[in-house]
């Protein structure tokens, strides 16, 4: 079993949908967790952190649930320059590895 | 730019040779980490530094890569023996104090 688990999609959705992604995580000592998105052919860029209590920034919405180990995330009102994929990071060993999920890809369509 | 920086940016080698990659990573960043990625997967841990200490090592990384980073600064990671099986992209990431990693546009490497 993979340490980060995604789904790797793709996600096909019409421009202003809304689509979210899950990622489910197996080590429980995992302190810090991330999402990133990866355009094509390009490097992994942080897209946001994840915290405790669920954060926002603008369109996208992170949640984690630490008892069900696993992290969320939530695009509303989908653009075109969302379709990319998007990476899951868990960090442990105080905070120092990253661990990267396998991806989901989002495609979104006029 | 101040950026991480990898070098070269595509390199095509025969099978059995060695290559050496580059990574600068941005300056007076104390961890730098190297990944490797194939086509549709997710990053793929290889090795860790903090400053110029190799804190960890995949247990997929086999005998035939080796990684420096010799003055806490710049690394260098060298396969050995390259196999069909290497062709991979290889990318290098920094992180400072805060918890962002910035990523390097990798190396493209291609065994034939």
């Known amino acids: 079993r993979k340490e980060v688990e995604q789904d790797p999609g793709p996600f096909n959705v019409p421009e202003g949908a809304t689509v979210a992604f899950n990622c489910t995580y197996s080590n429980s000592a995992s302190q810090s967790f991330f999402w990133y998105r990866q355009d094509c052919r390009k490097e992994p860029k942080l897209l946001m952190s994840?915290?405790?209590s669920g954060n926002e920034d603008g369109r996208f919405t992170a949640q984690l649930n630490r008892a069900s180990q696993y992290i969320s995330l939530l695009i509303r009102d989908s653009k075109l320059s969302d379709s990319a994929t998007y990476l899951c990071?868990?960090?442990?060993?105080?905070?120092?590895?990253?661990?990267f999920g396998g991806g989901t890809r989002l495609m979104v369509k006029p | 730019d101040t950026g991480v920086s990898q070098d070269p940016r595509h390199k095509i080698t025969k099978r059995g040779q060695n290559v050496t990659f580059r990574c600068d990573p941005i300056s007076e960043h104390n961890r730098l980490y190297w990944y490797r990625q194939t086509l549709g997967q997710g990053p793929e841990f290889l090795t860790y530094?903090?400053?110029?200490?190799?804190?960890?090592k995949s247990r997929l990384l086999s005998d035939r890569f080796s990684a420096e980073r010799p003055k806490g600064s710049f690394s260098t990671l060298e396969i050995q023996r390259t196999e069909q099986g290497d062709s991979a992209m290889y990318l290098c990431a920094s992180r400072g104090a805060g918890t962002e990693a910035f990523f390097g546009q990798g190396t493209r490497l291609t065994v034939v």
């Open positions: 990071v868990v960090s442990h060993n105080a905070g120092n590895m990253l661990t």
């Open positions: 994840v915290y405790s």
């Open positions: 530094f903090q400053n110029e200490a190799q804190l960890e």
